[in-house]
């Protein structure tokens, strides 16, 4: 099993460009999370999803569009990236079993000029 | 709302020393909780988890935690801390109810000293 895997691991973007990170697990998780990490802070949730075709909003979702096509694949947009998203994202996936953790993928780096 | 509060941004020890590591949590059920730490350009590593029974949990690396309902905490701790160790360290608070979903606290960071 390969776990949680992000595309791509690193990346520069203009301001105003677009650009789609792919994350990517092969546990049959229910359960898919984005996350974005900056320095001095903890994780923060962009947005998640709890099945198939269903996302939901996290707490800091502004500037981003998700999808959840397949159940494997969970899908992180920017439509118009700006500075501020400069950051490490990470993708994270939960079985939605009783008591089980997440597993969280390797992250992605984003640099928005 | 659920919160993590990590009131130490940056605590140094000896290599050897003891080590405990502090984290307040705010959640109006009883929370899952875990330790997480994290090496520089790298994801994140669960160190332990609680979700229920024994307060005292024993993690990977020679690390342990006690969950303190009366004080609302979960403190890491290690009795001999290794130059490995130096990483940052975050506690989350999650629950089963709330699709999973964990908050971070803003993270700790350890350097060891030789």
């Known amino acids: 099993n390969a776990g949680v895997t992000q595309t791509p691991k690193f990346r520069v973007l203009k301001t105003g460009q677009s650009m789609t990170l792919l994350c990517a697990q092969d546990?049959?998780?229910?359960?898919m999370y984005w996350y974005r990490q900056d320095p001095g802070m903890g994780l923060r949730l962009i947005h998640y999803?709890?099945?198939?075709?269903?996302?939901a909003k996290g707490e800091v979702p502004d500037g981003y569009n998700v999808s959840r096509l397949k159940k494997q694949n969970f899908l992180l947009g920017l439509e118009s990236a700006a500075p501020s998203q400069t950051s490490v994202y990470f993708c994270?996936?939960?079985?939605?079993?009783?008591?089980?953790?997440?597993?969280f993928g390797p992250g992605t780096r984003l640099l928005v000029l | 709302a659920q919160s993590v509060t990590q009131p130490d941004i940056h605590i140094t020890v000896s290599e050897g020393a003891s080590l405990e590591l502090r984290c307040n949590y705010s959640y109006g059920a009883t929370p899952y909780l875990f330790w997480y730490v994290q090496s520089p350009g790298q994801g994140l590593q669960l160190l332990l988890k609680y979700f229920s029974g024994d307060t005292l949990v024993q993690g990977i690396k020679g690390f342990e935690a006690e969950f303190k309902r009366s004080q609302s905490s979960f403190n890491l701790r290690k009795p001999s801390v290794h130059w490995s160790d130096a990483a940052e360290y975050f506690c989350a608070v999650g629950a089963g109810t709330n699709a999973g979903k964990s908050t971070f606290g803003d993270g700790t960071t350890l350097t060891v000293k030789p």
């Open positions: 546990m049959n998780h229910e359960y």
């Open positions: 999803s709890v099945g198939e075709g269903t996302t």
């Open positions: 994270a996936s939960l079985s939605g079993r009783y008591q089980e953790t997440q597993y």
